[in-house]
């Protein structure tokens, strides 16, 4: 539905070999595929690849140091009260930072 609306489409394919010209799009969205890759540096040189200059790049992974929490938090069907306990996003800031080599065009 929110592609729909977006005017927009998705697209499937191996994240390593994208069938898509440089800087194809504005805005990439690839949210918890990262670590199902052999290759990860491959990945996100290939999407830094396709994005345009300036371009939005949300790359999402899991926090392993959440994951027993929030499978704990399915199981019991609290998942809602996980979200407004969760702590900033330093973390996240700093796993950012950790690639901006890659990047870089």
């Known amino acids: 539905r929110a592609i729909a609306r977006a005017g ?3 697209l499937v394919a191996d994240v ?5 010209r440089d ?3 504005d ?4 949210s918890e ?3 199902h890759t052999d290759a990860p ?3 996100i040189r290939e999407l830094s690849r396709v994005l345009r200059v300036n371009g939005l790049l949300v790359l999402t992974t899991p926090n ?3 994951q027993g929490a929030v499978r704990a938090a399915s199981r019991l069907r609290l998942r809602s009260m996980l979200r407004r306990s969760a702590p900033g996003r330093q973390s996240d800031r700093a796993s ?4 901006p080599h890659l990047l870089k065009r």
Do not use: Y
């Open 16 to 20: 390593c070999r994208l069938a898509v």
């Open 41 to 43: 540096e491959r990945a």
């Open 64 to 66: 392993r140091v959440w």
């Open 33 to 35: 595929m990262l670590e």
């Open 23 to 25: 800087q194809s799009f």
């Open 96 to 99: 950012a930072r950790a690639w």
């Open 8 to 10: 927009s489409r998705g």
């Open 27 to 30: 805005v990439v969205i690839s």
